[in-house]
């Protein structure tokens, strides 16, 4: 790992690569405030903790069904408000810039990522890749590579620090109209889970690509993708969305 990094810091200084800061980067989605207004406790928007002013930009952080909103207010608030008060700026082509396994791992290294077991899972939102790790904390190495799609902007992946929690070979929502196979939670309602399928498991039509922001939310694989990391990452296993 030592020599790793002495080789990546080499490269950066002769100009060979850029520093790896400059190529991961977090993903935020900011929205702009469409009128004055307050910001609410719950979803339900009862109990304002806040105000906003139009014009003002705030962190979308979680979507209700795409009706309300969890944002982020420059003082620290976090607060929800309605998609009427929002105007939510259209998706972003994926970044199709190439980033060295090299990189990569300096960047989870760098940063101090830790997990209870001996894998780690990191979503690039802007290059819309999973990237699965093993070893621990300041020695992770990379092990393997996915395309993957997260939610657009109108329903973006909840980005920060989580953990696998819990999984189940199968779901069907009878309000999306869709099911997955393979799910494993990192976040509440967020899920890794394959591309979506109807009630009898086929995959639903225009639905078998990855690579693009499309999803509710959720970060989707491919079938096989998907039921590697559900059959060898185990709970417990760390997870980075940027």
């Known amino acids: 790992m030592f020599m790793k990094a002495f080789f990546i810091a080499i490269m950066a ?15 935020p989605v900011y929205a702009e405030v469409q009128r004055n207004g307050d910001v609410y406790r719950e979803p339900t928007l009862r109990l304002a903790v806040g105000t906003v002013v139009a014009g003002q930009m705030v962190e979308i952080l979680e979507d209700y069904s795409a009706v309300v909103y969890k944002v982020g207010l420059p003082c620290g608030t976090e607060g929800w408000i309605g998609v009427k008060s929002l105007r939510i ?6 970044d199709t810039s190439i980033v060295t396994d090299l990189q990569l791992e300096e960047f989870v290294n760098e940063r101090g990522y830790e997990s209870a077991t001996p894998h780690l899972l990191l979503v690039d939102i802007a290059r819309q890749k999973t990237y699965v790790f093993e070893g621990e ?3 992770w190495t990379l ?9 657009t902007n109108t329903s973006p992946t909840t980005r920060g620090t989580f953990s696998l929690k819990d999984r189940g070979a199968w779901f069907y929502s009878h309000r999306l109209e869709s099911g997955a196979k393979y799910w494993i939670r990192f976040n509440g309602h967020y899920l890794f889970h394959t591309i979506p399928m109807d009630k009898n498991k086929n995959i639903l039509a225009g639905e078998d690509v990855v690579g693009i922001r499309s999803s509710n939310g959720c970060v989707r694989l491919l079938v096989e993708d998907m039921r590697w990391i559900y059959e060898n990452v185990a709970d417990g296993a760390g997870v980075v969305i940027l």
């Open 13 to 27: 200084a002769v100009g060979l690569v850029p520093p790896v800061f400059d190529v991961i980067m977090e993903s």
């Open 89 to 94: 700026p259209a998706d972003v082509a994926t």
């Open 137 to 139: 904390k300041g020695a």
């Open 143 to 151: 092990l393997r590579t996915f395309d993957c799609s997260t939610g």
